[in-house]
Structure formats: C-alpha cells, structure tokens
C-alpha cells in the first residue's frame, strides 16, 4: 500500500487467520534442532523458569527468576479472585490479582508466589506498593492504554520503589517503540493487546486496535532486539483475544512469553460472580397438563454475569460511573456457568501439551523455536456448530 498514512504495508493477522504447521522441526524447516524425545503429552513440561535481574554488584551477578506454567487468569471481576488464585497456583499458573481487591483480603492472599499484585497509576497505588513489596514480588501496572503521558514515569517511580528483585509487568501496548520506553524505564514485561478482548467494544468506541497475532509478532521483534543487545530480557504477556486452549498455543507460538487469560476463565465458582438461571423454550415437546396437545419443554440454564473491567458496570461498581467524559469500552455478557475452573485448567494444559507434541517441542521454548504459521482461509470445519 502506497500511503503515508499506513503503518506499513502488511496485512496484520489474529489467531483465527492461522494455523501451526505440525512436524516442522522434523522437516529440518525450523532453525533450532530437532528433538525427538517427545512421544506423548507427558513428556511436555510447560513449566518455565523466568529469569528477569541480573545485576553485578562487587562482581557478584545476582540472577532472579521465578517459574511457573506462564498463563495468567485476568485482573478482572470475576476472574482475578483470590479463590482463583489458589487454584491457579495449585496447577503451577499465575494470577493477577483484582484491583479492587482490600487491603485485608491481599493480606489474606496466599498465593503470592503466583499471584502479581495488580495496580493503577494513581499515588494511591504507589501506596499499595510500598505497603505491599515484602509480600508480592510480582507487580502489573494495568491501564487500558500504556501509551498515556504519565505511565512512564510511573514505571520508573514504582522501579525506584521495588528492589530490581521484583518483576514488573506493565500494558496494555501494541508497538515495538513503547515497548522500548518501558523497558527503559525499568519493565520487565510489557503487556500486548488493545482492543482484542472478549468483553472489550473499544475498536468499535475508537476504531483503535491491532489484531492479536500480530501485535505479539510486532512486540516481540522489539524484545527479541533487547534481549540480543542488553544484559536484562523483556518479556512479553499476550493479553486478550483467546478464546480456546489452540489461540493459546498460537500466541505461545507467536513469541509470548505469558498468556493473560479472562473470558476463557469466566462463568467458574472461583470467580464468586452470581449464578442466574435462565428459562429458555427448547426443541423438545411433552404433554400438556390438562391432557390435551403438547407443550414446549422449558429448559433452566445457569449463568454468570460477567463485564469487561471498562464497562459502564464496572464503572459504576470502581469508579463512581462515566463522570460524563469517559466513554464506557467493555460489554456485560452473560457466560454459560462452568462449575469448578479446574476441568478447564486441564482442558487447556491438555490442548497445550498436545500442541507441543505436534512440533516435537518438549517446553516452550522450544514450543517458540519449532513453530511456524501459515495463514489460513478457514480455521475449523463448523458444520456441527463452532466448539
Ligand atoms: P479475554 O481473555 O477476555 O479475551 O481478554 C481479557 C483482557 O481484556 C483483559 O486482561 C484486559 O486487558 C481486557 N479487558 C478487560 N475488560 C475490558 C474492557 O472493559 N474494555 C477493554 N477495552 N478491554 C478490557
């Protein structure tokens, strides 16, 4: 496209615009070497150590690192519950805890190995880190856009405030060029999505966004470049747009070092949201009562109530509403309740193990190193419906 006014000239691309081609470590197409060690899911270990400092000091080189299965439940209502924190951490995942928990309850948190300790940009927050540094070493800085005046700043003065033992992560951006600023201003971890999110509407508020695929490819050249020239990594955290255990094997794919997931952990008890029950006429018929002719079967259906954490609801229950110049950009929806998040856990480690059985990757990394894509017209054969 020959314009001024575009980005640049390629076609950017979500998860459902590709597929990973299987075997290409076999086919000697990867640059990493093949390992045919994998013969089953079992022998795929989705752990990862994350080493994040490196400082020398008197010659002495202090390396921090943490490990865990890097997908993290969203610091959403209904999601980044301490409740699901346990759980999350009991299966080696991460949580980002609400924002609006209190101060009691992330006293009470147990979970704080696995849990990053969720903030804004106000003073106050500022006040929640000092008051909580000892416990939580793992800090995100969340606002919807990254690119605003103050925010690197922010990270600096919240860098000043923690040890360079704490891991900071902080979004959401889509470019390479902040993604750069951040880090210089002490991030460990920029977080990449604007507009993908299941219960997200700012694309159709702003028109502002970027598909999810590509803004991890994008991101992650800026991080692949610092990771080459500098001592200390970026790290990279898709957040937003998966919607089955495959997109998150693509964004692992892709270069995400972390998966941010919230729809997809939505409508379990561990989010503590109110179940509803919903009365819906099915297909099927049965007699009616007084004998004569046939009536509807009605059938009763569970749901939760579930909204993006920019949604007039959201703002009424955090903010104190709209205020008259804030444009509310998330949605209320209504999810299908899910029981226990474990079996979707295991439904999402099982979809990750196989996928990285398909490119012979025993991790990953490796999982990163084996991977390639080709765009697709059509993802899945929906004849019997999506799922
Ligand atoms: P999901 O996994 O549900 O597709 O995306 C989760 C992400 O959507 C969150 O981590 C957050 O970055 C983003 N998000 C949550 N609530 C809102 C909202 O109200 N508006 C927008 N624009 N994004 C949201």
């Known amino acids: 496209m020959n314009s001024h006014k575009f980005y640049d000239d390629e076609e950017k691309l979500d998860f459902s615009d590709v597929l990973i081609v299987p075997g290409m470590a076999k086919n000697g197409a990867s640059s990493s070497k093949p390992k045919f060690s994998v013969r089953s899911r079992n022998d795929v270990k989705l752990l990862r150590s994350v080493h994040h400092t490196k400082v020398s000091k008197d010659g002495d080189v202090i390396d921090k690192s943490f490990t865990a299965i890097p997908i993290i439940a969203a610091n959403m209502d209904g999601v980044g519950t301490l409740k699901m924190a346990q759980v999350m951490k009991r299966n080696g995942m991460m949580t980002c805890l609400n924002k609006s928990l209190s101060l009691e309850d992330l006293d009470k948190c147990e979970s704080q190995s696995h849990a990053f300790l969720t903030v804004g940009i106000s003073a106050d927050d500022l006040d929640k880190i000092r008051n909580f540094s000892?416990?939580?070493?793992?800090?995100?800085?969340?606002?919807?856009?990254?690119?605003?005046?103050?925010?690197?700043?922010?990270?600096?003065?919240?860098?000043?405030?923690?040890?360079?033992?704490?891991?900071?992560?902080?979004?959401?951006?889509?470019?390479?060029?902040?993604?750069?600023?951040?880090?210089?201003?002490?991030?460990?971890c920029v977080k990449v999505g604007i507009g993908s999110g299941s219960v997200c509407t700012t694309r159709l508020k702003t028109g502002v966004g970027f598909p999810q695929l590509s803004a991890i490819l994008e991101v992650g050249a800026m991080a692949h470049h610092i990771n080459e020239n500098f001592d200390r990594k970026l790290y990279i955290c898709s957040d937003g747009g998966c919607t089955n255990p495959g997109d998150i094997a693509k964004a692992f794919a892709a270069g995400a070092d972390f998966v941010m997931l919230g729809g997809m952990l939505a409508g379990h008890d561990e989010g503590g949201g109110e179940i509803v029950n919903k009365?819906?006429?099915?297909?099927?018929?049965?007699?009616?009562?007084?004998?004569?002719?046939?009536?509807?079967?009605?059938?009763?259906k569970k749901y939760v109530r579930f909204y993006g954490m920019s949604s007039?609801?959201?703002n009424d229950k955090h903010s104190g509403g709209l205020k008259g110049y804030r444009a509310a950009e998330g949605k209320e929806v209504d999810v299908p309740y899910r029981g226990s998040v474990q079996d979707t856990i295991d439904d999402i480690l099982g979809g990750l193990r196989s996928a990285c059985t398909y490119v012979l990757a025993e991790n990953l990394v490796q999982f990163y190193k084996n991977s390639k894509f080709i765009k697709v017209n059509n993802q899945v054969n929906t004849v019997f419906g999506q799922g």
Request: aromatic share 8%; hydrophobic share 40%.
């Open 134 to 188: 000892d416990k939580f070493h793992k800090i995100c800085i969340d606002v919807p856009n990254a690119y605003i005046g103050d925010i690197v700043q922010f990270v600096s003065d919240v860098r000043r405030i923690v040890s360079t033992t704490h891991f900071i992560m902080v979004g959401n951006i889509v470019t390479g060029g902040q993604a750069m600023s951040l880090y210089m201003a002490g991030a460990n």
């Open 279 to 300: 009365y819906q006429e099915s297909p099927d018929r049965m007699p009616h009562p007084n004998g004569q002719g046939w009536v509807p079967v009605i059938d009763e």
């Open 312 to 314: 007039k609801t959201a």
